[in-house]
């Protein structure tokens, strides 16, 4: 039965599973750092795309296969196959993107969504009517759930842990791939027995041609397309401050060559820019924060900037890494670097701020560098090129010369 497959439409299926994968999770990534109504909207807009990929493949598959030429789909079950996939969808992005995500939260999530993406399937694949019965092997059964569970589980993780665009193209990939194998090895347990046309019952309620279905399947790849070309264009750069001499932007902030002259200024004289008030020539500077508010399941905690290994960039707002996981911070990166301790933390990208005192590994890679931070789950932090002079002469790895007599 699965040799049969269109190989073309086959490998639609897939990049149509990978699309909205990547457009879905890419939206659930900043849910943790949109208060509001906008969160929900994310919320809304992820579990939407990330349903629509997973029924967009199920049925791109379905005209994929040898389906006896007299058959027909009916609308009723095909709907709710849809709405079963968007309900779980939504509830297992709301339980691993609102408070800490904890391994117990991810494996319940995993198992919802799973039974969810399995349920799906079967309902879609019973709302085919014709003449002929539908028998499913059970063992295949067992194996396509076991991988629908395993690949939602396998996403979730990827998606948690993402620190950066690569960890996204990942997660998409991995849960594109997943969902269509699970797919496609419950057709391959899948058999249709034919019938007397005499025996076969009336259809009660709406049908579909496969034509029909075939011009559904096409306007949601569109959407799938567009909703994913829409989310690669880029975010506008920040404005410049206006409290800033000259109107110019935090040092590591500054879009081309100005961030490489001025990333490349001393630490003495952008302390000076970043931590006096903004109205503030002649003010007193502030003093560093002791601690970082951070968004837990129970609302807001304080964590002591002596725990803090890591701060990276999500959207308005950042992560903060406290040697086991991540926990949103309502600051912004620009925010975090002019209320810490200039002595203790440093910048070493646009999008990340490390703990001197936790660094544990420093290492060359490509044109910048990177740097591990300590801890029981140790991270890996990139390092721009303009400041791995600075960082090494901090962390006293560079040689100094002694004077000749």
């Known amino acids: ?13 897939v990049i149509v599973a990978i699309l909205g994968g990547y457009t879905g999770f890419g939206l659930a990534a900043r849910i943790r750092g949109t208060p509001g109504l906008a969160r929900r909207l994310l919320l809304a807009g992820a579990a939407g795309f990330l349903a629509v990929g997973i029924w967009t493949m ?4 379905m005209l994929a296969a040898p389906i006896p030429p007299a058959a027909a789909y009916l609308v009723l079950p095909t709907i709710i196959s849809f709405l079963i996939c968007a309900l779980v969808v939504g509830i297992s992005l709301f339980f691993v993107s609102i408070g800490d995500p904890s391994r117990q939260r991810v494996i319940a999530s995993a198992l919802l969504l799973g039974a969810g993406i399995v349920s ?13 019965h539908i028998v499913h092997r059970p063992g295949m059964i067992l194996l396509s759930s076991l991988i629908a569970v395993l690949s939602a589980y396998g ?22 791939i997943a969902v269509s194998g699970m797919h496609y090895t419950a057709m391959h347990g899948m058999t249709f027995s034919t019938m007397p046309l005499d025996m076969v019952p009336m ?4 049908v579909a041609s496969a034509q029909v279905l075939s011009l559904v399947v096409a306007l949601l790849c569109f959407v799938i397309a567009a909703g994913f070309l829409l989310f690669l264009v880029p975010e506008p750069r920040p404005r410049p401050l206006a409290g800033f001499p000259g109107g110019f932007y935090p040092a590591s902030e500054a879009p081309g060559p100005v961030s490489e002259g ?3 200024a001393s630490r003495s004289d952008r302390s000076v820019m970043t931590t006096a008030p903004l109205g503030g020539i002649g003010q007193p500077r502030q003093l560093p924060v002791q601690r970082i508010p951070v968004e837990a399941a129970d609302g807001t905690r304080l964590v002591d900037v002596t725990e803090i290994r890591a701060i990276r960039a999500d959207a308005h707002y950042t992560m903060v890494h406290d040697g086991q996981r991540e926990r949103m911070c309502s600051w912004s990166i620009s925010e975090a670097e002019t209320k810490l301790d200039p002595a203790v933390f440093i910048r070493v990208h646009r999008s990340h701020i490390v703990s001197l005192p936790h660094v544990a590994f420093l290492r060359k890679e490509g044109d910048g560098a990177i740097v591990e931070l300590d801890g029981p789950q140790p991270t890996i932090v990139p390092v721009s090129r303009a ?19």
């Open 1 to 13: 039965m699965f040799a049969g497959h269109d190989p073309y439409l086959v490998a639609l299926s």
């Open 58 to 61: 199920h049925f791109v598959g």
């Open 120 to 132: 799906m399937h079967y309902v879609g694949v019973h709302a085919v009517s014709g003449p002929f």
């Open 155 to 176: 996403g979730l993780r990827i998606y948690l842990a993402r620190q950066g665009g690569l960890r996204l193209v990942l997660s998409a990939v991995a849960f594109g």
């Open 203 to 206: 259809s009660d309620g709406l």
């Open 262 to 264: 001025l990333q490349t």
């Open 387 to 405: 400041k791995i002079a600075e960082i090494r002469a901090r962390l006293g790895l560079t040689k100094t010369v002694p004077p000749r007599h």
